[in-house]
């Protein structure tokens, strides 16, 4: 078992691989207007296969893996299939080979990674469910599989109708699957309830667990809410008007890559417990930059509009205020960040100023070593404290 699983995974992965070489070539030739977006796409698709990949070497046992290889070689897949759909119809006429075939594949399989990647939530972190959860993935299993088979056949017999349209990213705004593909999205409101129910299994997990089972659902709630902002960001800014969306949308999308790696350092364990320093740093140097650009926008504002000083010294006023706040700013945010989420470190440096504050007070020299050592004991937490006095 042991051995076909390693030629599955080297299989798959080997696939992976194939077709995102083919996406990288494919990038290339199509002279896409808007590189940067696919080469992230590409990187952040690759680390859900690379990401899948070490899960199903380390825990072969556990579906996440799997469900993570797959869901980065599908993913790639469609995304080289989209590529050679604008390459085919948009620069050369539908004249190239396997042009059909594309149509087809585009047409029928890109809700299936959608489909097949959410249950990873329920199953999050070991893959171990209850009968009552597994007869429900079995259940939601074979709907996926109506509701493909349906889009799949509709797409069979009514394909696109009219002159084939392929727009710039490779979607075809003409397809219909007809009333097959119709009758599958009866099935919406089941999966819908199905993915409520999987969020609302590991909101009730997290309400009940603690130590490490606890850490790696922070990891999992973590990776999935900067997932969500980020889809929300590219529904926004994913058509690349401007400039400015055009960074938007590339920001968004390298936060989706933000999920495999959360989910892979939960279900691997790898330094689990620096989840509450990295959310804190991250708000904490948000919340401050938001701030500063607030202060510096402002204070040119201020300066331009009300007070009679030209551009240039607004600006270098504005420039010179920014950095004399942003120590003691930095300092100030960090501390409010950390007393909600990063209690530990919050506490720990409350004992240390509670401690010094003890010193400033005592000349016992017996009062200071029992001060010490129950500050070590508190902040630390060791097996044993002892102070050595030479």
Excluded at 208 to 217: F, I, K, M, N, T
Aim: glycine share 10%.
């Amino acid at each position: 078992m042991g051995v076909s699983l390693a030629r599955i995974r080297v299989s798959i992965i080997g696939a992976t691989a194939l077709a995102l070489g083919g996406a990288v070539a494919l990038t290339v030739v199509t002279r896409d207007p808007w590189p940067t977006n696919d080469g992230i796409a590409l990187a952040v698709l690759s680390a859900y296969a690379a990401v899948g990949y070490v899960v199903a070497r380390a825990e072969p046992r556990n579906p996440i893996g799997w469900i993570f290889l797959g869901l980065g070689f599908f993913t790639l897949a469609d995304y080289a299939n989209r590529l050679y759909l604008v390459l085919d119809y948009r620069q050369h006429g539908g004249r190239l080979p396997l042009g059909g075939e594309a149509l087809f594949w585009q047409g029928s399989w890109s809700l299936f990674p959608l489909l097949v990647a959410l249950p990873a939530i329920v199953l999050f972190p070991d893959g171990r469910v209850s009968s009552r959860w597994r007869t429900l993935l079995c259940v939601y299993a074979a709907a996926t599989v109506v509701f493909m088979g349906l889009d799949f056949f509709g797409q069979a017999v009514y394909g696109v109708s009219g002159r084939v349209v392929v727009d710039v990213r490779g979607a075809l705004p003409n397809a219909d699957g007809g009333p097959l593909s119709a009758a599958g999205w009866v099935l919406a409101p089941f999966f819908l309830g199905s993915w409520i129910a999987f969020v609302w299994h590991q909101v009730a997990a997290w309400r009940s667990s603690s130590g490490v089972a606890r850490e790696q659902l922070k990891w999992l709630a973590a990776g999935s809410a900067l997932l969500l902002v980020s889809c929300v960001g590219i529904v926004m800014f994913g058509d690349g008007a401007t400039t400015g969306s055009r960074i938007a949308a590339d920001v968004a999308t390298l936060g989706i890559g933000v999920m495999p790696v959360a989910v892979g350092v939960a279900i691997l364990r790898y330094r689990l417990y620096e989840i509450d320093r990295l959310i804190s740093r991250t708000l904490a140097y948000a919340l401050l930059t938001a701030l500063l650009v607030g202060m510096f926008a402002g204070i040119v504002l201020l300066t331009t509009r009300v007070l009679p000083f030209s551009s240039p010294v607004a600006v270098a006023v504005s420039t010179l205020a920014v950095a004399a706040l942003f120590n003691p700013l930095r300092t100030r945010v960090q501390r409010l960040v950390d007393r909600r989420f990063n209690r530990a470190r919050y506490d720990r440096e409350a004992l240390v100023a509670a401690f010094v504050a003890t010193l400033r007070d005592s000349l016992d020299s017996e009062t200071v070593v029992r001060e010490l050592a129950g500050a070590a004991a508190t902040a630390v937490e060791p097996v044993h404290v002892s102070v050595w006095i030479p």
